[in-house]
Every structure is written in structure tokens, then in C-alpha cells.
């Protein structure tokens, strides 16, 4: 029992469960193709007192002679009409269905239906491929589809976060509103470059959250005239080792792709456009701090070639050098000098009591005799001590009494 098959009248895939209001139910002349195996199929189950649930079945009740390949095939309609169902309650989008551009039951090219969406004046068609990629001649195929059923169509391809679909590469480190942040890295296939090369967009969809690319491409810092990129302390790497971002798409000859997570909600937040606008918004930002940190870069080059080159401090104005002539006394001492130095040098004599010889007081030597100091030199009795001088009345208190004239009552 099939939930899915190929209206050869409408040229589209339709489901049993979504798709079917207003289909002729039973064999409908031929209507109804199977997309496994090519068989004509049976709708079933569309009158209002059917006790079974819509379906297509194959005639004479087997079944698909390919189940595996038809359970793929409902799985992968599964996730478009979830697809759909998200796109339906984004704000802006006016209309939402489903379509096969291109599509041909004779030679399948093994992609589930698109999402096709009225967003204002914008028409958007998705992609949602659940497994892997088909070949990269398919994929242009559908995209000339798209393009000549609708003319100015934005062609989007929602991925698989399926290694099936991309090559993933070690995290990009990237330096984001004055921190650190680590951007998933991927290396696109063909049939990637394929869809971007005819101006479409490749996005990754994981539930709520849209992965949106960048360019990535690696190159060395050339060396200029008065720069050092050798000698650069505490630096793990070759700083000439860098990076250059393009965006908002990448670039063809990108070397990989940087990954800008965003909510899918805010694919419209502007109403009347789709346009990942939060995640170009980062991609500016990188673009910013890559300017910044080549002339960083530049400019540390050229310090360290400064430092390195740079000429030795000059010599400070100190005493002069002596002469030839001064330097050799200073090494070589006059006699004269030598002997004041030992002089100098030489301890006091100790006083023993004895001198041999001496000088006058003029400095001028003499030959007499001094005598020794005598060991019990004469008692000498010390002189009497003088009275202390009485103290003497002041003058003034003397007049005072002689003229004093003593007083007697009444006067």
C-alpha cells in the first residue's frame, strides 16, 4: 500500500493523505503511476463510508514489486510536507504548495517534490532532499524546470545535516562580537557548486535552526618591504597563515564553506522578502574584523622588523677617556705618590712613651732631649677657695630706707 504517487494529469506527486480532495478515486484511465516501480495504481478509500484510509494500491493487491525504494520515497514526502507545514506559519507567506518541476515518471531523477511559496511580490521555491544527492546532470535539470515554470523564482535547497550530502571539515574558529566562536565548516560537493554556480541558495535545515554558508579561503600574507613575520613571541602558528571571507555567497573558488547558524523563523521577519538577513548580518561583522586584524597583522610585522633592525641606543654623555699619558700614570704611580700613598696607608705609631725624635713647633727638627713623663709626678695642693661675694643690697632699696620719713597719724 502506497501513500504517494505520480498524477500524470496534474504533473505532480500527489499523497493519499493530503492531496487527494477532488481526485477521481480507482484506476481514473491511467492517472495514477507508481513511483517505484512505474506501475499503474488504484486510489482507494476516498468515498465518504470507506472503512480504510486513503491509498494507492497496486492492481491485484501484491503490492510494489520495490518496497524498499517506496518506503524511501513516502519518507522523503514525509519530510516536504513537514517542510511545507513550517513555511505555511511564517509570517508573510501568503501562499504554500507543493510542486515537481521538471519531473518525468519515465526517468525519475529521485527527488521528492518542492515547496512552492508567495512571500509579498517574491516567489520562493524549496528544496528538501532527504537523501543523498542525485547526480549533478539531475540537479541542473530541475533548476532549468524551476526557472522556465517560474520565471524569477529564488531557487533554495534545504540540506540534510547528513554527511551523505557534504564533506564536514574541522570547526572554523572566527572571533564574533568580542569573543571566540566556532562556525561549522564544510568542503561542498558538485552537485553543491552545481546549485550555487546556477544562482541558487544552499542552506543546511536542522528543525528550527538554518545553517547559512560563507566563503572560505585560505591564504599567506605576502611579505613587504620592512616587515619581520618570523619573530613573533607567544604565537602558536605562522601568522602570516590567514583567511579571507565572501559573502553573502561563497565564492566559486572558495577553498570551504563557514556555516552562520540562525533561526528559521527569521527567514521573513522582514515581511514581503526571504532573506537570511541575521546571518548576513554576521557575515558583515567577520568581514569587519577581518580588516581589522590584517592591518593588525601588517603593522605587528613591521614592529618586529623595527625592533629587530633598529640601531644600538646611543652613547651617553660620560667623563671623557683618559689620555695616553694619564692613563699610564694611573697605572703605573710616580714614586712620590707611591710613597704618600704607604703613608697613608700606614697604621699610628703606639704610644710607648718614648720618642727619639721630634719637631719644633715652627716644624723645623731640634736635638733636645725630652724628658720621660715622671711616674709619681709632686703633690701641688690646689688653690684656697674664694668666699662667695655677699650679695649686695640694690641701690634703690638703700634710698628707699634713708629717706624714709616715718609717718604719724593725721597728716
Known amino acids: 500500500m502506497g501513500r504517494s504517487a505520480w498524477d500524470k494529469e496534474a504533473k505532480k506527486v500527489v499523497w493519499a493523505d493530503d492531496d487527494i480532495k477532488g481526485l477521481p478515486p480507482g484506476l481514473a484511465g491511467g492517472r495514477y503511476r507508481c513511483r517505484a516501480c512505474r506501475e499503474w495504481l488504484i486510489l482507494k478509500g476516498t468515498k465518504t463510508d470507506s472503512k480504510v484510509q486513503p491509498h494507492f494500491a497496486h492492481r491485484g493487491g501484491e503490492g510494489c514489486s520495490r518496497p524498499e525504494e517506496e518506503a524511501l520515497l513516502d519518507a522523503a514526502d514525509e519530510v516536504v510536507i513537514r517542510l511545507r507545514e513550517q513555511i505555511r506559519a511564517l509570517a508573510g507567506i501568503a501562499q504554500c504548495t507543493t510542486t515537481s518541476p521538471g519531473a518525468d515518471p519515465t526517468d525519475p531523477s529521485g527527488m521528492p517534490p518542492a515547496v512552492i511559496a508567495q512571500c509579498g511580490t517574491t516567489t520562493v521555491v524549496f528544496e528538501a532532499p532527504t537523501q543523498a544527492l542525485p547526480g549533478t546532470e539531475a540537479i541542473r535539470r530541475r533548476i532549468r524546470a524551476v526557472r522556465d515554470e517560474h520565471a524569477g523564482a529564488q531557487h533554495v535547497w534545504f540540506l540534510k545535516r547528513d554527511l551523505a550530502q557534504f564533506n564536514q571539515l574541522d570547526p572554523h574558529p572566527v572571533w564574533l562580537r568580542g569573543k571566540d566562536v566556532v562556525h561549522e565548516q564544510v568542503a561542498p560537493n558538485e552537485q553543491q557548486e552545481a546549485v550555487l554556480a546556477a544562482g541558487g541558495h544552499v542552506y543546511w535545515l536542522d528543525g528550527k535552526v538554518v545553517l547559512v554558508p560563507y566563503g572560505i579561503r585560505r591564504f599567506r600574507h605576502p611579505v613587504q618591504s620592512g616587515q619581520d613575520w618570523t619573530n613573533w613571541p607567544r604565537w602558536r602558528s605562522d601568522p602570516r597563515e590567514d ?25 521573513t521577519r522582514t515581511r514581503g522578502t526571504f532573506r537570511p538577513a541575521d546571518a548576513h548580518h554576521v557575515m558583515d561583522e567577520l568581514y569587519t574584523v577581518q580588516e581589522s586584524r590584517f592591518n593588525w597583522r601588517n603593522q605587528r610585522a613591521r614592529e618586529v622588523y623595527a625592533a629587530v633592525h633598529s640601531p644600538p641606543p646611543a652613547v651617553s654623555e660620560a667623563e671623557p677617556a683618559p689620555a695616553p699619558a694619564e692613563a699610564a700614570r694611573a697605572a703605573d704611580p710616580a714614586p712620590e705618590t707611591a710613597s704618600a700613598v704607604s703613608q697613608e696607608a700606614e697604621p699610628d705609631p703606639v704610644d710607648t712613651g718614648q720618642t727619639t725624635s721630634g719637631e719644633h713647633e715652627n716644624g723645623g727638627p731640634t736635638d733636645a732631649v725630652i724628658p720621660p713623663r715622671p711616674v709619681n709626678p709632686p703633690f701641688v695642693p690646689p688653690a684656697p677657695a674664694s668666699a662667695a661675694p655677699a650679695a649686695q643690697t640694690p641701690l634703690v632699696r638703700r634710698w628707699q630706707r634713708l629717706f624714709r620719713i616715718p609717718r604719724r597719724g593725721g597728716s
Do not use: E, T, Y
Open 243 to 267: 583567511w579571507r571571507i565572501s559573502k553573502p555567497r561563497p565564492a566559486p573558488d572558495a577553498d570551504s564553506w563557514g556555516l552562520v547558524p540562525i533561526a528559521f523563523a527569521s527567514l
